[in-house]
C-alpha cells in the first residue's frame, strides 16, 4: 500500500494548482491521473482565462457580468472571492512562464468574450489551456512529489463521514492498488461524455464526481449543462468563442446575421445559452442549413483577412482545415451547438471543502458555485487555479492535524469485487453499446430545450440502461491497457451522473440559465433561486435544496 498525506486525483490545471499549493505547505503529496498530466483536457482550452486587469476594467464589473452570466444562482460571496483572486493568480502563471499574447504596447492582449462588459479575456492565440498547462507543469517540476501516471481512480475510501484514502487501477499492468490518505482532492475534470456531441475529450467521464457521489458525497445543480453555440459540423470540435470576439459573424442559410434578432445590443457576443437556444431555434423554424449531421449555421471570419485568422485562431484554422475541409480564409465554418460544460459537480464552499471531512474538490469536477446556471467563457480556467490553490491550501492544512488514515484489508476486495464480475462474465452488455446509448438518449430528451415529456421519457430510458450495466461485461482479459475494462469503468460512471442530471432537471420546473424548459419558459425565483443537491439513495438520487449566497446584487431580468 502506498501512504500520503494529500493525495490530488486529476493533474489537469486544478489538480496541478492544488498540488503546488499543498507541497508548498509541507505536506507529503501525490498525484494520481488517468492520463499524462499534458494529456489533461485543460490543455484543450483555446480562448483565454479572464481576470479585470486593463484599467477601464475593474473587479467590480467582473463580478456583476459572472452573477448576471449566471442568471443569479452563482454564489455572489464566492464569485467576488474568485474574481478578486483573478489578476495575482493569472500574473503568477505568467511569472511561471505562460507565453500569453501581447498587445503593441507590450501589455497582456485581451479579447472580448461572451456576457462580459469589457476585453477581459487574457490568451495566449487559441492555445490558452496548454500554455498554462506547460507552464505550470514546469513549475511543478521543481518540487518534490510523487505522480501515479496512467492510475485511474476507481473508489475513494469512506468511513463515518471521513475519507481514509482511495483504491486505484494502474492501467500499464492492470494492478489495483490502495493508497492512504489524509486528505483527498478530486481534480478529475468534465463529465462531458455524457453527451454524444461534445467539446470534451474521450476520457472527460465524470469519473471523480461519480466516486464522490457513491461516497456520500453530495452533487450540487447537476441540471445546468453548457452547449457551446459553436462546435465545428460533424467532430464537434470547439471553435473557440474567441473567433466571435476576435469579430465572427454567425449567418443562417439566408444569409442573415440572426443574432440580431435575439440579442439586439451585442448579438454574437450574448452569453452561450442564449446563442445556443438562438441557434436551435433558427434550425428548428427551417433557417438553418441540413445535412448529414443534421441542421448547422455558418459561422463567418473571412472579412477578418487572412492575417488577422492565422495569427489570432491558428489552430481553429487548422481544425477547420484538417476536420472540415473548409477554409476558414475564404468559407464560412459550419457550426452547431454541442455539450461544452458543466456548471454542476461535487458540492464545496469557497475553501474547496465538500460534506465528507477530508476531501475537497476543484476545477470542473467541482460546483462552488460561481458559475450558477450559466458559466461565462474564460471563468473556467480561472477556477481551476483559483479554487486548485484554494483546495490545496485546505487539504494540507487539515492533513496537518488530521488522524492516521485507516486502510482495510476488505477496502481492495470491496472496490474490486464488481470488476472481477463484470470479466468473469460468460455472456452480457458490451460497454460501447450501451456508452453510445446514453448518448443519443441525453441529446434527446436532456438537451438545450428540455419539457416534462422528454425528461421523464429521458429518465426512463437513462434507468433501463442503467439496468442492462448491471450485466456488463468486459471480455478483453488482457493486463496491458485493458481498455475494455476502463470503458466499462466509465461507462458505470456517465450512468450515475445522467441520472442525477435528469432528475435534477425533471424537478426544477423553470428556466434559468442554461436549463431552458418550453413547458416552464419563465425564471422563477419565488420557488427556484436555490441550489438542488443530489445525494445518492438506495434507488436512485435524493434531491434536496439550499440557499444562494446573496450579498449585493438583486435578482433582474438578464438581457444582452
Ligand atoms: C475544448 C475546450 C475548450 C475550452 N476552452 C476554455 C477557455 O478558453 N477558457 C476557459 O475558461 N475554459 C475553457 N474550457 C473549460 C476548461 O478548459 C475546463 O473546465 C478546465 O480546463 C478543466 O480543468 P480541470 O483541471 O478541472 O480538469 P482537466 O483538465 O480535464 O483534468 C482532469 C484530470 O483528471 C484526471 N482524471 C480524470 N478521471 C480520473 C480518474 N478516474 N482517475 C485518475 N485521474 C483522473 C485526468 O487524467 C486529468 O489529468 C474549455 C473546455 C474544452 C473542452
Redesign the pocket.
Known sequence: MQRHEVVV???????QRAALAAVQAGRDVAI????H?LR???????????AAVGAEDSVDTHIFDTVKGSDYLGDQDAIEFFCREAGPIVVEMEHFGTIFSRSDDGSLARRPFGGAHFPRTIYAADR??LALLQALWERLGSENLTLYDE???TRLVVRDGRVHGLV?FDRTNGEFQEISAKAVVL????A?RVYGRT???H???G??IAAAYESGAALKDMEFVQFHPTALLESSI?I?EGARGEGGLLKNASGERFMVRYAPHVQELASRDVVSRAIVTEIKEGRGFSGPYGGYVHLELMHLGKERIESRLTEICDFARRFAGIDPVTEPIPVYPAQ??MMGGIGTNVRAETNVRGLYA????ACVSIHGANRL??????E?LVF?REAGIAAAAYASTAPTPEMHESDLDEATAPLRAWSSRADGEDPSTLRTELQRTMEEYVGIFRDEAGLMEGLRRVRELRRRFEKVRVVDRSQVYNLNLTDALETGHLLELAEVIVVGAFARTESRGAHSRTDYPKRDDARWMRHTIARKGPSGPVLDYAPVGFTKYEPTERVY
Request: negative net charge.
Open positions: 486525483v486529476g493533474a489537469g490545471l486544478a489538480g494520481v491521473s488517468k492520463l498530466p489533461s483536457h485543460s490543455g484543450a482550452a483555446q480562448g483565454g482565462i479572464n490558452t489551456g492510475w485511474d481512480l486505484a481534480a478529475t475534470g468534465p462531458g467539446t470534451n475529450a476520457s472527460c467521464t469519473d471523480g470547439l473557440t461544452h460544460y476543484a476545477g470542473e469536477a467563457g474564460g471563468n473556467s480556467l480561472l481551476t486548485g
